[in-house]
């Protein structure tokens, strides 16, 4: 830690782990910030810092979900650039990548748990525990509803000891049902989630990420080049009444689409989405749980 001195010359501050520490002139570590350093000047410049830190590691996150959910590839000189950051490195260590011919495509089958990023190229550590280089000079990050292998991945992943800081390997991930009607547009296996106020589902939907728009929670997801959004139904705005989950159903570009016609990415996040606010309601007996 870099200590930095406070107006009073008895303590000084610093950044350990995300918070803001003291210690006494003896250099005794204190449990918390004496009240008289609350308004220092140091002290608030470094509370600044661990908030900005803070977002900027939300950012990198939300920026690789956007590459998973998307399919999108990723240069290997970007991931070089910001590999040096401690931020974006914590983040992207041990993610899953596939390499990305020139043609656009890749190949889940031929996957490395993401090691390094510089001048020499993207460093992985292949299923059979080899360390390579890839020579593509752009990898995808793939989502783990595509990957063949998924199994054998985690499997791996634990022998390692590998404990990805961004939730792709052992993301929740759904298939899409053999029964369903070749008509339905609508997936009702999390309809009906009791919530005792409307603000209380929207609120549980921003707070997993999710847009709320038109009383309904949407997940977008690009795929196969289509923009599709998984939507479940909230309830109205201003309403401060109960109410309950909609089923979920899926449309690209404002038009409603066949279960059977959503792609195996938006299927699975959908259904996540969905079953994630469906988890959220009020549960009055041990019945409702099952």
């Known amino acids: 830690m870099g200590w930095i001195s406070t107006a009073d010359p008895s303590y000084e501050v610093a950044l350990d782990g995300g918070k803001v520490v003291a210690r006494n002139g003896a250099g005794k570590l204190l449990r918390s910030i004496p009240a008289k350093l609350k308004d220092d000047a140091a002290v608030v410049q470094l509370r600044q810092l661990t908030e900005w830190l803070a977002q900027h590691e939300r950012g990198c996150r939300t920026e690789i979900e956007k590459w998973m959910l998307r399919s999108l590839p990723v240069p290997a000189a970007l991931l070089a650039r910001v590999w040096p950051d401690e931020a974006w490195r914590a983040v992207l260590t041990d993610l899953v990548v596939a390499e990305v011919d020139d043609a656009g495509h890749w190949d889940t089958a031929e996957v490395g748990f993401l090691r390094a990023a510089d001048e020499r190229g993207i460093g992985v550590v292949t299923l059979d525990g080899d360390t390579r280089r890839l020579a593509a000079e752009r990898v995808a990050v793939p989502h783990p509803v595509l990957l063949p292998d998924l199994s054998e991945l985690r499997e791996f992943a634990a022998e390692l000891d590998v404990t990805q800081s961004f939730d792709q390997l052992f993301r ?7 029964e369903l009607r070749p008509d339905a547009r609508a997936y009702d296996a999390y ?8 603000r209380h589902l929207t609120g549980r939907a921003t707070s997993l990420g999710y847009q709320v728009r038109g009383g309904e929670a949407v997940c977008r997801v690009l795929e196969d080049g289509r923009t599709v959004e998984a939507r479940v139904w909230c309830g109205e705005a201003y309403y401060e009444g109960e109410t309950e989950t909609g089923s979920l159903s899926f449309t690209a570009d404002v038009t409603s689409l066949r279960l059977l016609d959503v792609g ?8 996540r989405m969905a079953a994630a606010l469906y988890a959220g309601r009020v549960v009055k007996d041990a019945e409702e749980t099952k």
């Open 172 to 178: 929740e991930t759904w298939e899409r049902p053999a």
């Open 191 to 198: 309809e009906g989630g009791r919530y005792e106020q409307v």
């Open 264 to 271: 195996p990415i938006a299927w699975s996040e959908g259904v």
